[in-house]
């Protein structure tokens, strides 16, 4: 079972910045794929960014440039950097595991943490 807790949420104006903390209860280096998924009010959860164990990362095209993800093994913690926020940035940010073990993927969720943009 893994846990993860995010942190750093909040309300910020138009063009600001705010940095996302992702801490899981076990080794992150042991996880094979550990990403940030964000949902805003009536639509689909969507994949914002993501980063592999062997440290790959892949972006939604609609944050390319402003967001940076990374992660800290010796802090078990995953990093969402997000600069020049726009209000449409505006969500719930999930933190989000794959773990696949003896050939099956298993997929854990925190519990998000909201971020509001204001214009």
């Known amino acids: 079972q893994v846990q993860l807790v995010e942190s750093g949420g909040g309300l910020v104006q138009a063009g600001g910045s705010l940095r996302l903390s992702c801490v899981a209860s076990?080794?992150?280096?042991?996880?094979?794929?550990m990403n940030w998924y964000r949902q805003a009010p009536g639509k689909q959860r969507e994949l914002v960014a993501g980063?592999?164990?062997?440290?790959?990362?892949a972006y939604a095209d609609s944050v390319k440039g402003r967001f940076t993800i990374s992660r800290d093994n010796a802090k078990n913690t995953v990093y969402l950097q997000m600069i020049s926020l726009k209000p449409e940035d505006t969500a719930v940010y999930y933190c989000?595991?794959?773990?696949?073990?003896?050939?099956?993927?298993?997929?854990?969720w925190g519990q998000g943490t909201q971020v509001t943009v204001s214009s």
């Open positions: 989000h595991a794959r773990w696949r073990r003896m050939n099956i993927e298993y997929d854990y």
């Open positions: 076990v080794r992150i280096s042991s996880i094979n794929a």
């Open positions: 980063i592999t164990s062997g440290g790959s990362t």
